[in-house]
């Protein structure tokens, strides 16, 4: 295996259950935040039922960052191919 952050060992995807759940959790929490987002910017019908839709998107929009940020983290400093 080849070492990464701070000389640990980088895990192989294949080889941890644990990576695995974190990476299909923030797959979800990205694919959640994407519909939701993709509702309020065309489906009027969904967005009746919020008052403040700025910050609907705005808080929608953050989760989306943070699922993106964690994946890319993840795969950056412990996922190899190898």
């Not at 990464?4 to 192989?12: A, E, M, S, V, W």
Request: no cysteine; aromatic share 12%; proline share 0%.
């Amino acid at each position: 295996m080849k070492k990464g952050y701070r000389g640990k060992k980088i895990l192989n995807k294949i080889d941890n259950h644990f990576y695995r759940a974190a990476i299909k959790a923030y797959e979800a929490q990205r694919e959640e935040a994407i519909a939701i987002l993709d509702m309020y910017f065309h489906n009027s019908v969904g967005i009746a039922d919020h008052s403040d839709i700025l910050n609907e998107i705005k808080k929608w929009t953050s989760k989306l960052a943070e699922a993106q940020e964690n994946l890319n983290v993840l795969k950056q400093y412990f996922y190899t191919d190898d």
